[in-house]
């Protein structure tokens, strides 16, 4: 039996991810000479498959021979399906911190009204020669003041029943959940849960649209970096560090293109869940009537309320996570980088989150209250919350009204209290006592609207915490889906 002197030419190996080709020959005469006599000289090219998350999910979708079109729809639904579930186990505490940032607590909100004296008889007469003569005064009266001896439970002027404060139950609509009950994002979602108009699925209101803006978000915003990479940097060197104007330029350009579908996903997680009164019944609902009654595309687009806000919010969710990990690392250590110390970046990059989140919170809670609010010949929004009566004029003014006329000190803590009774019974041995409540007067900052502008603050350094403990044990990257909640 005879061996091979070579098992060179029996060696089959895999397709190479390198290619050789041969050097362009020279014109001169001293190259066609010297490349007779030489080995032919190669210079190398190297190629490297295109990698695509979606075909993460089937490898087979990588075959060169082409793309089969069952796999390829199989992968595009399974991913679907996981942004989605990912976005509905989120989405509750995001409504939860939507409804705390537009609800409007007015600062006299804990101030319990005196308890009115009963009339025991009234005069038919009197009261038809009063009403004859009052009628025009209480046409134009004030509607926070009432008359004195009402004897109903909600004050009436001229016939009409009239809200003179946000706490009045008698007053209050069906569809509004009481003020001052939930001083948290988890509060918010159980009051969300328990009230009788909601319930457990209201805590899901939005998820398509969220999923759907967030996916176009992801999906145009590496685009228009690249665009402007090549228009304004094409000769950047991947070693090089891309400008910060670039990503933060794209992220504005991104936000302002999506913004009709955050102003939809605002509108639907706040509008109530009874079918009487709800205004939308889906996105495309709300987006035609949106469109159709508030100024159209450029009314949703370029309506100082609703651009200006966008871009402040954008620019600064851009900017921050991109300068204030590097600004901080830099105070620290000025050698201090994500190579050579990832453990002490990792903390930085979670101060810079934190810092990040005392800036930019109160510029979204602005933005949602703009949002909450109709222009044009809409109709108000019947909302599962308490709306500001008036409309804000811009983000100055909603800035100042919120911390001007609006209290932190939620939620309100109530006391009983028993005070003796007014009834002149001398039968009685022992005199009734009447159960009333007092709002417990603390908190430093009650009489101003600071905490409003930071509901949510609390979730989002939870969040953020949570995020980077999960970071630090699994070695990768912090996703930041998360730690937008």
Not at 30 to 47: D, G, K, L
């Amino acid at each position: 039996m005879t061996y091979p002197a070579s098992l060179r030419d029996l060696y089959s190996s895999s397709p190479p991810t390198w290619s050789f080709v041969p050097a362009q020959q020279g014109t001169s005469a001293s190259n066609a000479t010297s490349s007779a006599a030489e080995t032919p000289v190669y210079q190398y090219q190297w190629s490297r498959p295109p990698t695509n998350s979606i075909f993460d999910l089937s490898p087979s979708l990588n075959d060169p021979s082409g793309i089969n079109v069952t796999l390829l729809l199989k992968a595009l639904v399974a991913s679907a399906f996981l942004k989605y579930t990912s976005f509905a186990i989120a989405i509750p505490w995001d409504v939860g911190r939507t409804l705390l940032q537009v609800q409007w607590v007015p600062r006299d909100v804990g101030q319990i009204e005196p308890p009115r004296e009963t009339i025991e008889e009234v005069e038919e007469e009197e009261v038809l020669s009063n009403s004859s003569s009052d009628e025009h005064d209480s046409y134009f009266a004030d509607p926070t003041s009432s008359p004195p001896g009402s004897r109903y439970s909600a004050p009436r002027e001229s016939g009409y029943v009239v809200r003179r404060s946000v706490t009045e139950e008698a007053t209050r609509p069906e569809y509004i959940i009481p003020i001052g009950s939930a001083g948290g994002v988890w509060g918010m979602m159980k009051r969300v849960a328990r009230f009788k108009g909601e319930g457990w699925l209201a805590l899901w209101k939005g998820t398509l649209t969220s999923c759907v803006m967030d996916l176009l978000s992801s999906t145009i915003q590496p685009v228009i970096l690249s665009t402007l990479q090549a228009v304004f940097a094409p000769n950047l060197s991947p070693y090089q560090q891309l400008p910060l104007i670039l990503p933060v330029i794209s992220h504005i350009i991104t936000g302002f293109l999506v913004s009709p579908l955050d102003l939809v996903r605002t509108r639907l997680m706040i509008q109530t869940s009874l079918a009487r009164h709800r205004r939308y019944t889906g996105p495309i609902d709300a987006l035609s009537q949106i469109i159709r009654e508030e100024g159209g595309l450029r009314g949703v687009y370029l309506h100082p309320h609703l651009i200006i806000p966008t871009v402040l919010d954008s620019a600064l969710r851009a900017i921050i996570p991109l300068a204030l990990p590097g600004i901080i690392a830099a105070n620290i250590s000025p050698n201090l980088t994500e190579e050579t110390h990832p453990i002490a970046w990792s903390f930085a990059e979670l101060a810079g989150d934190w810092a990040g989140l005392l800036v930019t919170l109160p510029f979204e809670t602005v933005r949602r209250r703009l949002q909450a609010q109709v222009r044009g010949s809409a109709k108000p929004i019947k909302a599962c919350v308490e709306l500001r009566p008036a409309p804000y004029n811009g983000v100055i003014d909603a800035m100042w009204h919120i911390l001007t006329e609006e209290r932190s000190d939620l939620p309100l803590e109530r006391r009983r209290v028993r005070r003796p009774s007014r009834s002149g019974d001398k039968g009685k041995g022992r005199e009734e006592a009447e159960v009333e409540e007092e709002v417990i007067e603390e908190g430093w900052f009650k009489n101003t609207g600071i905490g409003q502008l930071y509901r949510g603050l609390g979730m989002r350094f939870s969040a953020s915490i949570l995020m980077f403990v999960l970071g630090m044990l699994s070695g990768e990257e912090r996703d930041s889906g998360w730690t937008e909640l």
